[in-house]
């Protein structure tokens, strides 16, 4: 029972440096976003998609390139990293059918812009 | 801007129920209520929803007011492992922005 799988669970990089960060799930759940939640900022929308192939953005996404080319992948991209895109990053995902179903959101990963 | 309050803070006995309310005094009739926890360094959980209804599941249960403007998180037997920061928020459809305010810091306390 998987559920949202965020790799890796920390990194350090270096100002300038790019990385991406995994996000799968395998609930079949056509629903994806990335949050980034800062002390005292809480959860800040960065990117999302509703579908393979359908990205867009968020609150706060400069900095940040998303793809969806599967249902189970999200990946977040950093492209040139920088000390204030240091962070705690989740990945969520839910169902968009019938009903009201819940965003179940993976374990983070903590991220360090020296 | 979050669109709930609640209390700052709340302490329970272990074993004992833990009661937390939630004001959402401006829900519109398609919101949903829905309660996350956050324990310290772990990604949001995801707990209960409901509409109108009372709802339970193995973790809790949410009682809801008849006017809808406010609700009551239950944990039946707190335990230590309970002790988290509880959100409350109101969203109208699956793919809503998720937006936590300060929430509840509870703490079980042996």
């Known amino acids: 029972n998987a559920g949202v799988t965020q790799t890796p669970k920390f990194q350090v990089l270096k100002t300038g440096q790019s990385m991406t960060l995994q996000c799968a799930q395998d609930?079949?759940?056509?629903?994806m976003s990335w949050y980034r939640q800062d002390p005292g900022m809480g959860l800040r929308l960065i990117h999302y998609s509703v579908g393979a192939g359908i990205t867009d953005q968020g609150e706060v996404p400069n900095g940040y390139n998303v793809s969806r080319s599967t249902t189970e992948d999200f990946p977040l991209r950093l492209l040139s990293a920088a000390p204030s895109q240091t962070s705690v990053y989740f990945c969520?995902?839910?169902?968009?059918?019938?009903?009201?179903?819940?965003?179940?959101f993976g374990d983070g990963t903590r991220l360090s812009i020296l | 801007d979050a669109k709930t309050t609640q209390p700052t803070s709340m302490d329970c006995a272990e074993g004992r129920a833990a009661n937390l309310p939630c004001n959402h005094s401006t829900i519109s009739g398609n919101e949903y209520v829905y309660w996350y926890r956050q324990i310290h360094s772990q990604g949001p959980q995801y707990i209960i929803h409901?509409?109108?209804n009372n709802e339970t599941n193995e973790m809790a249960s949410l009682i809801i007011t008849e006017d809808r403007k406010s609700s009551t998180l239950i944990l039946p037997h707190a335990t230590l492992r309970d002790t988290a920061v509880y959100y409350c928020?109101?969203?109208?459809?699956?793919?809503?922005?998720?937006?936590f305010g300060p929430g509840t810091s509870l703490s079980v306390i042996p």
């Open positions: 928020i109101v969203m109208k459809t699956s793919y809503d922005k998720v937006i």
């Open positions: 969520a995902s839910s169902s968009t059918g019938m009903g009201n179903q819940p965003q179940h």
């Open positions: 409901g509409l109108k």
């Open positions: 609930m079949n759940h056509e629903y």
